[in-house]
């Protein structure tokens, strides 16, 4: 009978033992980043209830003190009363959009809510938006250019009303943070390993400082109108909207801006194949 070494360690086990712990870190670590990742999004949601609630506050407070100075028994003139009333009819049209963003944003995060899937020539699609959204008067003072791609052949699966949203999203900011004259440029073009459509919408508006550009998508992140002159009426969360409904097709958004000189806001959509 053949003696085992004692001192002679069973390679087959041990390799066995090896993998097993190896996939065993895999795991925690996957663990560790899901963990991470879900203590982000719950920060992330308290921090945007934290918000709603500071948001919803400050125009309630106001139209409380209006409705309070019109009933007080005071002498009013006409114009007391035409200030007032103007106070509480835009206080009251910021909540109603605030309501109507929040909603529309927690419809589309919502993944059970399916999209409304349709499939598009990617050119043509992005041709027939730019034409029908430069007749809007909000563009009349701006100088609205298309450049598209001779590359853009293929189709894209999209939700044709939320990616509309998206563009008029951008569209707007572009005019609302741009001066008077300036340029406006929708550009398409393939991804450089064509897998994607690279979408643009480019001004030579204000710019954003660099230190906002991280959270800038993020929906916590509101910029006060006294950190952005003409944000004042928006509920902040249009960039926001643009993210979600972006990844909800597959997509990734981003930005670059040098403060002063304009603005890049571009997003992804995949080609189907
Ligand atoms: P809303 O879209 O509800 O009218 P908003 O425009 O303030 O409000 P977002 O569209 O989410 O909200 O934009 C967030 C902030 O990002 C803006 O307040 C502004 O400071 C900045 N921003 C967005 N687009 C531009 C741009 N093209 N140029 C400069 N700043 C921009
Ligand atoms: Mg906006």
């Known amino acids: ?25 895999a795991t925690t670590s996957q663990l560790i980043k899901a963990n991470e990742e879900l203590k982000k999004m719950e920060k992330e949601r ?7 609630s500071h948001d919803l506050r400050a125009p309630i407070t106001a139209i409380r003190s209006a409705v309070d100075y019109l009933t007080s028994g005071k002498n009013l003139t006409k114009e007391d009363y035409d200030s007032s009333l103007g106070l509480i009819d835009r206080r009251t049209l910021f909540l109603e959009n605030l309501i109507q963003d929040m909603y529309y944003l927690f419809c589309v995060e919502d993944t059970s809510k399916e999209l409304t899937l349709e499939t598009v020539p990617a050119a043509a ?34 939700d044709i009303q939320k990616i ?22 929708l550009k398409c073009e ?24 991280p959270q800038l998508f993020n929906r916590t992140y509101t910029v006060s109108s006294a950190r952005t002159p003409g944000s004042e009426g928006g509920t902040g969360l249009g ?21 002063g000189k304009g603005s890049c806001f571009s997003f992804t959509l995949p080609y189907i194949s």
């Open 190 to 213: 393939p991804t450089e390993d064509s897998q994607f459509l690279f979408v643009k919408v480019i001004d030579n508006g204000i710019g954003i400082p660099e230190e906002n550009l």
């Open 239 to 259: 960039l926001s909207i643009v993210k979600a409904i972006i990844e909800r097709h597959q997509g990734t958004v981003s930005c670059e801006s040098k403060e």
């Open 164 to 185: 509309v949203r998206v563009l008029d999203n951008l569209f707007t900011n572009a005019a609302k943070y741009s001066p008077k004259g300036t340029d406006i440029t």
């Open 125 to 158: 699609f992005l041709e027939e938006y730019f034409y029908d959204a430069i007749v809007d008067t909000r563009y009349d003072e701006y100088q609205m250019h298309l450049d598209i791609d001779a590359n853009i052949l293929g189709s894209i699966q999209i």
């Open 46 to 52: 308290s921090e945007m209830l934290a918000n709603i």
């Open 1 to 25: 009978m053949i003696k085992k070494n004692p001192f002679e360690e069973p390679t087959l086990e041990r390799e066995t033992a090896e993998s097993l712990s190896a996939k065993l870190l």
